[in-house]
């Protein structure tokens, strides 16, 4: 049983540099969550999709990030221009459409992201 | 917007203790989530609460959903050093219009001494 996979589970940047996150959900779940949690904070909402279709986005996903998920599959969150305050653990979520309430969210373990 | 409140916002006990995480939400909860996290982590699902008054139990962890259906409480039996970790609530807020999105809670950090 292959849970959510995120890639890389690390990764050091200096300011300025631009950054790319993979996540790879359950084979089977047609949704696809991608939140922020900085430290002692629990995870906020960045922005989600049901299959390739992009939903709905946070005011906290500025323009310098993009969201993409081509072809209803695995996800791709790129950061331009990365700033210290951009530092952060990046979740993804997956889930399927099974109706209010109903849908649990699976989380992978989250690429850390740290901006010098 | 929802918000949830977990309390107390760090808790350290002996092990084989007994202990009490609540979780308090400023609106409805049509679907309260409890969660797991290790530091440095993903989220580990435990449990989902839908039903006022509904409860869950698995192993050693019961989570409660109150009648109101505007807080909740996970209760962990006889903790273990296994059991150390970050406890956080989410709420979907599907009676509104962010359908699926989860709202979390701060967490909970709880520390087992052996």
Request: aromatic content about 10%; proline content about 4%; overall charge positive.
């Amino acid at each position: 049983d292959t849970g959510v996979s995120q890639n890389p589970r690390h990764k050091i940047t200096k300011r300025g540099q631009n950054v790319t996150f993979r996540c790879d959900p359950i084979s089977e779940h047609n949704r696809l969550y991608w939140y922020r949690q900085t430290l002692g904070q629990g995870p906020e909402f960045l922005t989600y999709f049901q299959n390739e279709a992009q939903l709905e986005k946070s005011r906290l996903l500025s323009d310098r990030f993009s969201a993409e998920r081509p072809k209803g599959s695995f996800s791709t969150l790129e950061i331009q221009r990365t700033e210290q305050g951009d530092s952060a653990m990046y979740l993804c979520a997956s889930s399927s459409s099974g109706g209010p309430g109903t849908d649990t969210q699976y989380f992978g373990p989250g690429t850390r992201l740290t901006v010098l | 917007s929802q918000e949830l409140e977990q309390s107390p916002q760090s808790l350290i006990v002996q092990e084989g203790k007994n202990l009490t995480i609540n979780c308090t939400s400023s609106k409805t909860l049509y679907g309260l989530y409890w969660y797991k996290q290790k530091y440095g982590e993903g989220l580990i699902f435990l449990m989902m609460l839908q039903k006022g008054g509904e409860e869950k139990s698995h192993e050693k962890i019961t989570a409660k959903l109150d009648e109101k259906k505007q807080q909740s409480s996970l209760h962990i039996t006889a903790s273990q050093p296994s059991h150390a970790g970050i406890y956080l609530c989410g709420a979907d807020n599907a009676g509104g219009t962010s359908y699926g999105k989860l709202t979390f809670g701060q967490g909970t950090i709880l520390t087992v001494h052996p």
